[in-house]
């Protein structure tokens, strides 16, 4: 045999891959922003948009209107986004990017619960058809606070912006769509209520549901990873998978959430939709294609499979002092707009089942802390130990587990850790990982995680939104859970740069298992 070929750089085996697929057009259209001065329209909406334009993702004939209560002219509010861009970005800047996107700009400022503002609306909409060419489509984005979903909607239907009306050919003549952001709901009674007005104006396909957490890659990748390769997908079930491990860890507090975190707390801001929709992708059917109604479909299936959560089946925690990253951290109820004697939780653990064929008996624990000793979103896929082991002196329960590792923040990739042989002349085992890391392998871009979402509203995917039963469901499975925390005032303190409560170690512990360490994440 000749010489072995040798190893190739990630960059060239790159070459050999099949070229990329075309990106489906995004149709003409004007996105409405409501809350076009806010926090989230600063933070995430134009960052992604700015995005968009800078890699040629928007629409040809596209326009973007602001509409907010404040007081100021189209060139102002342009101004104020650049300046909010640049702090993040520095000198980065497209010059000719933002160019094209501030050429789309157009500023309406007005009293959101009045229905002239809404006759102006319409006027803007038929300026930016005539203008821009968006031939009717538009997006509302609504980026404000979730009281104010109905007044936005109810004015929008009332002023007759929201409907569809058909064509000759029997397709609409433009579309409309709405995108809202969580919460959802805050508890199941409000999420049936706030669905059951939505689709009495809307039509669910009209309606997007969007969840930043949703837009990374790595979540993105959970069905390409498991339906695009034969190697995993025979395994993911109950006779090779002992446990799943779900965790998102923050090293921040609240910071200056105190008053939302007050009237919300970690259960309602990260289980019904960051960490269940993770569970649902991991342990979903293989779908019929790719198409959204049967990825959602199949989420949705395992949602309703998920039996409701009872308390003893829960952990909470409150974060006290301690010290994050070097510095100290003051308690949570020290922080400003929080009560002196909160009894809200900053942490959460469960454990769930799924009853069905797939999964049955295998517990899932989900996670979510704030003040935590590091910053990591993963998902961890415990797999069962060999049944016996041929080393001499070694027992099978003195090998270390398989674990299927799928980062999704901060550094995005997916490592497999299996036992090898040390050097030597020893039968000695030691733990090692295959590792992919999306920065080794592909150029990093600027990504705020709601490009694709932003640009899948446009071109009508619903893939990596929430249908209005998923939604339901979630809330269904925490609020035993929820009833049960009201009346008590039991709260477990944890320090700040810790792995949260002690309860939590007790909650695998009674099932003989054990949560990864935080800090070892990935």
Known sequence: MGDSPPCRTAQARM???????????AEPCALVLFGATGDLTHRLVVPALYNLSRTGSLPESFALIGVARTPMTTQAWRDNLRASLAKRMGDDI???????????????????????FYRQLRATLDAAERDHGTRGNAI????????????????????????????????????????????????????????????????????FRIDHFLGKDTVRSIMAFRFGNGLFEPIWNRDRIDHVQITAAETLGVETRGKFYEATGALRDMLPNHLLTLMSMVAMEPPVSFDAAHILSK????????????????????????????????????EPNVAADSAVETYVAMRLEIDNWRWAGVPFYLRTGKHLSNRVTEIAIRFKPAPATPFRDSKVDSLRPNWLLLRIAPDEGIALQFEIKRPG???????????????????KEPNVGYETLIRDVMTGDQTLF?????????????????????????????????????EAVALLARDGRFWRPIDAAG
Not at 152 to 162: F, P, Q
Not at 425 to 443: I, K, Q, R
Not at 482 to 500: E, F, I, K, N, T
């Open 466 to 502: 929430m249908r209005a039963d998923m939604v339901e469901q979630t809330w269904r499975i925490v609020q035993p859970t929820l009833d049960a925390w009201r009346g008590d005032a039991r709260l477990p303190q944890y320090p700040s740069g810790g792995a949260g409560p002690g």
């Open 140 to 207: 509302f984005y609504l980026a404000v606070a979730a009281q104010l979903f109905d007044v936005v909607t109810g004015r929008l239907c009332e002023a007759r912006l929201l409907e569809q009306p058909p064509g000759d050919d029997g397709k609409n003549r433009y579309w409309r769509r709405v995108v809202i952001e969580k919460p959802f709901g805050h508890d199941l009674a409000s999420a049936r209520a706030l669905n059951a007005r939505l689709q009495r104006i809307l039509k669910e396909d009209q309606i």
């Open 15 to 25: 070459m050999q891959a099949p070229p990329r697929q075309p990106l489906h057009a």
């Open 94 to 116: 497209d010059a000719e990017a933002w160019r094209r996107l501030a050429d789309t700009m157009t500023y309406l400022p007005g009293d959101l619960s009045h229905p002239d």
């Open 299 to 334: 989420k949705a299936e395992v949602l309703a499979a998920i039996p409701e959560v009872t308390p003893a089946c829960a952990v909470r925690g409150q974060y006290g002092a301690g010290e994050v990253a070097g510095q100290q951290a003051r308690p949570y109820r020290e």
């Open 425 to 443: 002349p020893a039968m000695d085992l030691a733990t090692v990982a295959m590792e992919f890391c999306y920065n080794d392998w592909f150029p």
